[in-house]
């Protein structure tokens, strides 16, 4: 418990010399909140929201959303008040949909994706007469038309295309299957759409229609690492009343003088207790449904697999590390958009709150299944699929000249590198997203 007046820790803070750099002060919240110092973060976030905002520049931007992020967490430990403040969603809404359009319109991450995916299928699938792609998250045209028209000049004709689009909302794979389906017509290109609507988890392999003689290309965009949510099941046993039973009955036996001293000896009860201690057997164990879906991959025997993901390091730390390697990835993002953005786009503001600032959101207050921003680093990923029995495929020489001429249309300060024969998109010189390839191992 804290010693002094909550007012003074923050005059002494604004004394330091690093106090009018608002991720200084951000950091310093974060570990009040980490330690159940609820008073001193509450006195904190009140400050930073004069000095942030959600219009400013980058930084001002990425602090207001993990100080907002900071808010949630310390009002997750009132489980009631949490689910008031946040309506519980069952699938993606039509505003969901649109701001990962605006990450596909304003970046360049995932257009450097679909590039150097639509290269490897070219290159891998140069000889097969029927290829058929699964793509796990089917949400964006551009990457199959563009493939469509590059395989309707290849030497010896076209192969027959099949496409198998999985997504959760049905109304996305109508308008795929439309523009999919216009373009191959008007090229007279033979193209077979497959709409599977599931979420990811629930993507059931063994009835996709996949046919004797298919060459199957899989390719996932920034979706397989929600797979690495574990359950929260262990951490139940070792504590049956953990922070969710908390009430307010509970707060007057301890007959503690405020709400705010009941809080803070919660907050320190969840955090000895969390599911991403270093010590926790949740920490060590590996997520069962990760390896039950390479698996069910893997028994397609398909030729491709192409995985994008974030290259950070987000899955199984502790509070504090998970807000420190957050701020290093998102900052970086966020100056992304300022360097190449209007600060008074709406579709910046919009990608920036719904997108970005959910995920950090996510990242910060969410535990256990219900954290599904799990970023790992490419290396985890090599060791995973190498175990899951996959061998890596090189990238595309030529793949990666289209790739360089993609990014410095959008600034100089992009650039990417290659590791362990991925390949790595960075912002100056921060990796932020990993483009790996793969191929069944017999």
């Known amino acids: 418990m804290d010693s002094g007046s909550p007012y003074q820790w923050l005059r002494e803070l604004r004394r330091d010399s690093q106090s009018s750099n608002p991720i200084s002060l951000l950091i310093e919240c974060a570990k009040c909140v980490a330690s159940g110092s609820i008073k001193n973060a509450d006195i904190g976030l009140e400050y930073i929201s004069q000095i942030s905002s959600p219009d400013g520049d980058a930084v001002q931007r990425v602090v207001t959303y993990f100080s907002k992020a900071l808010g949630y967490k310390i009002v997750k430990q009132l489980p009631g008040v949490y689910k008031a403040l946040n309506s519980s969603k069952t699938s993606l809404s039509s505003d969901d949909i649109l701001v990962q359009k605006y990450f596909y319109k304003l970046c360049p991450f995932l257009k450097f994706s679909y590039l150097i995916t639509n290269q490897a299928i070219v290159e891998k699938m140069e000889c097969e007469k029927v290829v058929h792609i699964i793509d796990l998250h089917c949400s964006e045209p551009a990457q199959w038309i563009n493939l469509i028209q590059t395989l309707k ?7 027959h295309l099949k496409i198998t689009g999985i997504h959760e909302v049905k109304e996305v794979l109508d308008q795929m299957s439309f523009h999919l389906t216009t373009e191959a017509g008007n090229l007279d290109f033979p193209l077979q759409f497959n709409p599977i609507v599931s979420k990811l988890e629930d993507v059931d392999f063994d009835n996709l229609p996949v046919k004797t003689g298919d060459a199957v290309a899989i390719t996932s965009a920034l979706q397989l690492h929600s797979l690495l949510a574990t359950d929260d099941e262990m951490v139940g046993k070792i504590s049956p009343a953990g922070p969710s039973s908390i009430n307010l009955q509970r707060a007057v036996q ?46 397609l025997q398909p030729k491709l697999l192409v995985i994008t993901e974030q290259e950070s390091n987000l899955n199984g730390c502790n509070l504090m590390e998970r807000i420190d390697r957050a701020l290093y990835f998102y900052s970086s993002l966020f100056d992304c958009l300022d360097s190449t953005v209007t600060r008074t786009s709406v579709e910046r503001q919009k990608l920036e709150s719904m997108l970005l600032g959910e995920q950090i959101k996510n990242i910060i207050t969410c535990e256990g299944v219900d954290r599904k921003e799990r970023h790992e680093k490419v290396e985890k990923w090599i060791r995973r699929l190498e175990m899951a029995g996959f061998a890596k495929v090189p990238l595309s020489y030529n793949g990666r000249i289209e790739a360089t001429n993609l990014l410095q ?13 991925c390949l790595l998109v960075c912002w100056s010189d921060r990796p932020l997203f990993s483009v790996s390839a793969w191929s069944f191992r017999r």
Do not use: C, V
């Open 153 to 159: 000049k290849r030497p010896g004709g076209p192969p």
């Open 254 to 299: 301890m007959g503690q003088r405020t709400f705010a001293d009941w809080l803070e000896r919660d907050m320190i009860n969840a955090y000895i207790l969390s599911p991403d201690s270093a010590l926790s057997p949740l920490f060590l164990g590996a997520s069962p449904k990760m390896g039950f879906f390479l698996n069910a991959m893997r028994k």
């Open 409 to 421: 249309r959008y600034s100089h300060k992009y650039k990417f590198k290659e590791e362990n024969e």
